[in-house]
């Protein structure tokens, strides 16, 4: 099922990705919409997200991919992870991409992966495209 939300700048179509209890913590869904392949992810602890499925590096399958919290260091060393930040791993080539905005931790040129919003609504995944 499909409906129409109107933002600012365009309209964007209302779907339906599956229900709440169909996404596991740690897992991904793969959901297309017209051409475009959306990998919709639940963030251990932190809610869902929706992502391209599509690496920025050489198109890997995000999808495919894993999550894990986010290695930071304030000196060389250092092994910390930040429970609060999460990146989903690239299966190509083990890149990270920050879940929450689609920036890849580390430089892949200037490309981002589009990310879109997701909420929950009566106990199911929607995405907004
Ligand atoms: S294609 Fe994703 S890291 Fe290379």
Redesign the pocket.
Known sequence: MSTTEQTSTRRRQRHVVCGVDELAPGSTRLHAVGHRQIVVGHVPGHGYVALSNY?A????PLSAGSFEAMWTAEKVGERIQDPDRWVLI?P????EIDAATGCPVARLGTARTATYRVAVEADEIVVYV
């Open positions: 690496c590096h050489q198109g890997g690239c190509y080539h083990n890149f």
